[in-house]
């Protein structure tokens, strides 16, 4: 009778455990499905939620777990909370800034590959298509957070590891095409590649060792009394064919990400040290295996360094989702505060262009692509004489613009710099990276009314 009523109970926690996981899905959907420039109090409470549900979550399997297990548990569950977790954590970075929740999803990663919490399941059931496209996701994450945070040899690791991983996919699911993850393992070995190349002596991030010194900061603003201006927020994005990425990160906006913030320092930043216990194992000072306390109230920033300007990172986005993003941050923009727009882009469109073709392998597409081609050529002879640029009339028609998508779909994804004059009424820095800058440049003609407080930087 006893045994039924242990039984009974294990059942009950197990069917609550469920119901648990049910609710923090949901809730993690809503902060999944938030555009990137959304900030406020809407966005702050369905991150709080999501913490909230998930922290009840990990501390009842933490609680219960010798009965989750007895009742069917499989590890591989416990690993999937773990990364739900570091991705809200990664996610709260990405909006924030605050290198302390990047530091959180660190941990949460390297706990769940150190105690092999996917890699277990493989041991003791059959083969799982959806369970091993979890574990190949949970490595790219891991291997991202490593990357921002420079762990240079634990990305080098990580990336092993994928690549390992594919290969056993291939053989364990040989009727399933991973042609997916073979690119992606390619996109890593690109990315790993051009990073190493960019090793210098100093690091991206400011530091204060190389850079002014935070103390100074109030020296430095008795020359601007009539107005101090900080820079708050930031919106990054890139579109070339073929570039450089890890997933949705590319290259160009990974070295922006860390030119905009602070190194951290000190030890509050320093992953804790793994400790080998008597058995051998090794033990983290966090125990984040289950036992870590998912505390938001505890203040971790480092007092002695300002926080970091607020960014959103936008992967390939069209021009009207563009607009539509910068728009919302400048809306919610404090008055002394400036928005910095890094945009990184094309404006050879004509190298765009999607061929199609018919089942016999010929173009559909030449009549554009002649088309095409003598436009840019229009293009290049007009930029050669100076008059064009004295005339802002003529940007649209020779070129003065910034390709983000191919030009298969016309002029839509072309974005002009007079899409942007109205966010030169907030204080704007334009910082362009393209082999086009100058057709944002035009004489500053499209924003010379309001050239005080809008900077604008072409490479």
């Given at each position: 009778m006893g045994r039924d009523d242990d039984r009974g109970a294990a059942s009950e926690v197990l069917a609550e455990f469920r119901a648990l996981v049910d609710g923090a899905d949901r809730k993690f959907a809503l902060v999944r499905d938030l555009p990137p420039g959304a900030r406020g109090p809407l966005q702050l409470l369905y991150f709080r939620k999501a913490f909230k549900a998930y922290t009840r979550l990990w501390q009842l399997q933490q609680r219960r777990r010798s009965e989750l297990v007895s009742e069917g548990l499989c590890r591989w569950e416990i690993g999937e909370v773990a990364s739900r977790i570091g991705q809200l954590f990664y996610g709260q970075y990405q909006r924030t800034s605050e290198v302390r929740f990047l530091l959180e999803a660190y941990v949460?990663?390297?706990?769940?590959?150190s105690r092999g919490y996917f890699q277990a399941a493989w041991g003791s059931v059959a083969p799982d298509l959806k369970l091993r496209y979890k574990e190949l996701r949970f490595?790219?994450?891991?291997?991202?957070?490593?990357?921002?945070?420079?762990?240079?040899?634990?990305?080098?690791k990580l990336a092993d590891r994928f690549r390992a991983l594919v290969d056993e996919s291939k053989a364990a699911f040989s009727a399933t095409n991973f042609r997916e993850w073979k690119q992606v393992v390619q996109e890593i070995s690109r990315f790993?590649?051009?990073?190493?190349?960019?090793?210098?002596?100093?690091?991206?991030?400011?530091?204060?060792?190389?850079?002014?010194?935070?103390?100074?900061?109030?020296?430095?603003?008795?020359f601007y009394?009539?107005?101090?201006?900080?820079?708050?927020?930031?919106?990054?994005?890139?579109?070339?064919?073929?570039?450089?990425?890890?997933?949705?990160?590319?290259?160009?906006?990974?070295?922006?990400?860390?030119?905009?913030?602070?190194?951290?320092?000190?030890?509050?930043?320093?992953?804790?040290?793994?400790?080998?216990?008597?058995?051998?194992?090794?033990?983290?000072?966090?125990?984040?295996?289950?036992?870590?306390?998912?505390?938001?109230?505890?203040?971790?920033?480092?007092?002695?360094?300002p926080p970091n300007p607020c960014k959103a990172i936008i992967y390939h986005p069209s021009v009207s989702k563009l607009i539509a993003?910068?728009?919302?941050?400048c809306d919610e923009l404090p008055s002394d505060g400036i928005l910095l727009i890094y945009i990184s882009s094309s404006g050879k469109t004509d190298c765009s262009v999607d061929f199609q073709k018919d089942v016999h392998g010929n173009s559909l597409n030449f009549s554009k692509a002649k088309h095409t081609t003598q436009a840019s050529q229009k293009?290049?002879?007009?930029?050669?004489?100076?008059?064009?640029?004295?005339?802002?009339?003529?940007?649209?028609?020779?070129?003065?613009?910034?390709?983000?998508?191919?030009?298969?779909?016309?002029?839509?994804?072309?974005?002009?710099?007079?899409?942007?004059?109205?966010?030169?009424?907030?204080?704007?820095?334009?910082?362009?990276?393209?082999d086009n800058s100058r057709a944002f440049k035009a004489d500053y003609t499209w924003c010379r009314e309001r050239r005080s407080i809008c900077i604008a930087s072409f490479a």
């Open positions: 949460f990663y390297e706990a769940i590959m490595h790219v994450r891991f291997l991202i957070v490593a990357l921002l945070l420079n762990r240079t040899d634990e990305a080098v790993l590649k051009a990073d190493a190349y960019f090793k210098i002596a100093r690091p991206l991030r400011y530091n204060v060792i190389f850079d002014a010194h935070p103390s100074s900061f109030p020296y430095i603003s008795r009394t009539s107005r101090v201006l900080r820079l708050k927020d930031a919106l990054l994005t890139s579109y070339h064919r073929n570039e450089i990425k890890l997933a949705e990160v590319t290259l160009d906006t990974f070295r922006m990400i860390q030119c905009l913030e602070w190194e951290p320092s000190g030890s509050f930043y320093q992953v804790p040290v793994k400790q080998p216990s008597e058995n051998g194992a090794l033990n983290d000072q966090n125990e984040a295996s289950g036992l870590i306390d998912i505390n938001l109230a505890v203040d971790m920033t480092d007092p002695d360094l993003a910068t728009a919302t941050i293009r290049e002879n007009s930029l050669s004489h100076p008059a064009a640029d004295n005339n802002p009339n003529l940007s649209s028609k020779i070129g003065h613009y910034l390709c983000l998508g191919s030009q298969g779909n016309g002029a839509s994804n072309n974005l002009y710099p007079e899409d942007l004059v109205p966010f030169t009424r907030k204080p704007l820095f334009l910082v362009i990276d393209s």
